[in-house]
């Protein structure tokens, strides 16, 4: 059996100049909350929700997060001046209603376990400093996705942040066009592959 590729596009958003809502405060509420914030923690989020779990409000209390609450039921009304919606409950019913006013506002949503409701996915992240890899399985295996992170973060040295560096400033040094830009880069970073080839 041939498997299927994966069609998505990875996409980096800028979370601090977009307006999020997440709707649902309880278990499935606080681990969207925790790994959004824990790679955008300037994120702008609003949560609603009639009760707030005592590990999201701990979560909160730790730093000063762009992170507003609302404790109420979820009206239609809340989409609005939203870019970014993330249904977050363990209603089913009630995940169902925030996708439904969230694409009727044509706003994009993400569904908490329903893949086929999704317009994007909340992928497994490793950041090292200005390096972040996402991770998509397509919605079929995030205990995979999860897994990979592991990996990657075991494996990708804590200083990638100082390669990089270096390579800003060997890029800024560089004159001449695109495609000798590319070429130089091309040539410093082959290393990598020769040091991991011989390993």
Same mark, same amino acid.
């Given at each position: 059996?041939? #498997?299927?590729?994966?069609?998505?596009?990875?996409?980096?958003?800028?979370?601090? $100049?977009?307006?999020?809502?997440? @709707?649902?405060? !309880?278990?499935?509420?606080?681990?969207?909350? +925790?790994?959004?914030?824990? %790679?955008?923690?300037d994120a702008n989020i609003t949560v609603v929700a009639p009760w707030v779990s005592p590990e999201l409000e701990a979560l909160l209390s730790k730093e000063n997060y762009n992170v507003e609450i609302i404790k109420k039921e979820f009206a239609v009304s809340d989409i609005s001046g939203h870019?970014?919606?993330? &249904?977050? #409950? $363990?209603?089913?019913?009630?995940?169902?209603? @925030?996708?439904? &006013?969230?694409?009727?506002? !044509?706003?994009?949503? $993400?569904? &908490?376990? =329903?893949?086929?409701?999704?317009? +994007?996915?909340? !992928? %497994?992240? @490793? =950041?090292?400093?200005?390096?972040?890899? &996402?991770? %998509? #399985?397509? !919605?079929? %295996?995030? #205990? +995979?996705?999860?897994? +990979?992170?592991q990996v990657l973060e075991f494996t990708l040295p804590e200083d990638v942040g100082d390669l990089l560096d270096n390579l800003k400033e060997i890029r800024d040094q560089l004159t001449g066009d695109f495609n000798a830009k590319v070429k130089a880069l091309n040539e410093v970073t082959a290393s990598l592959l020769v040091k991991k080839e011989q390993n």
């Open positions: 059996m041939e #498997t299927k590729k994966n069609p998505l596009y990875p996409v980096f958003l800028k979370l601090h $100049n977009l307006r999020m809502l997440i @709707v649902g405060a !309880g278990e499935v509420g606080y681990e969207k909350l +925790f790994f959004i914030l824990k %790679s955008s923690p870019d970014l919606i993330v &249904a977050a #409950t $363990n209603i089913r019913e009630l995940n169902h209603e @925030v996708q439904r &006013a969230a694409k009727a506002a !044509g706003k994009l949503i $993400n569904v &908490a376990d =329903t893949p086929e409701l999704c317009d +994007f996915y909340l !992928g %497994s992240i @490793v =950041t090292r400093g200005p390096l972040k890899v &996402a991770i %998509s #399985t397509n !919605g079929q %295996s995030p #205990t +995979f996705a999860k897994r +990979f992170r």
